[in-house]
């Protein structure tokens, strides 16, 4: 078990998903199936195997006028949330095939490391851990940029580290009704892992 530190899990759950409604989805992105769940359910199963403590960052109540939260305020209200987490691993809720064992991996990196950030070959990955010396500038978070600026300063400070995963599944994420078929051609192979990719962008 991950012993000396317990990062909370943060599934970010807020966005909008107009991309998947522009390529002809007819739900929300994450409300969409994928297996015999929906590809929010698949990135849960995943977080719940790994044991860790875990927040759904879901849409703030708003009126229909009000300023749309990005993902930087996503995170900042998922770490006012857990205030009182050992550490967090930020991952976004369109990511369902990431495996089990690279949310352990990133969480047991966090021990060492005040940021860790996954990678598979030379594609930048999720979950990306910090943590909790990095609380209060998480909290500072605003806008859609996530935190892209907290992990900046770290590796200027060279405090972050980059931990190299075997596991496509941390940066194949669903942002179109392509990306939802390919993902599912995938999971019905039954051998995605060692060569599986969406050949995306």
Known sequence: MLQPLRPTVLVLAAGQGRRFARSGGTTHKLDAMLGDVTVLEQVLRSVVASG???????????????????????IARGVAATAD?????ILPGDLPLVRTQSLMAVALSLATYPVV???CGQQQGHPVGFDRTCREALLQLKGDTGASAVVRSHRQAGTAHTLQLDDPGIAIDIDTCDDLARAQALLTSGNFGQEASLGKR
């Open 52 to 74: 860790l403590a875990y927040y759904v960052v879901r849409p703030a109540a708003a009126p229909p006028a009000a300023h749309i939260d990005g993902m930087g305020h996503s």
């Open 117 to 119: 950030v996954p990678q």
């Open 85 to 89: 987490a050992n550490g967090w691993l």
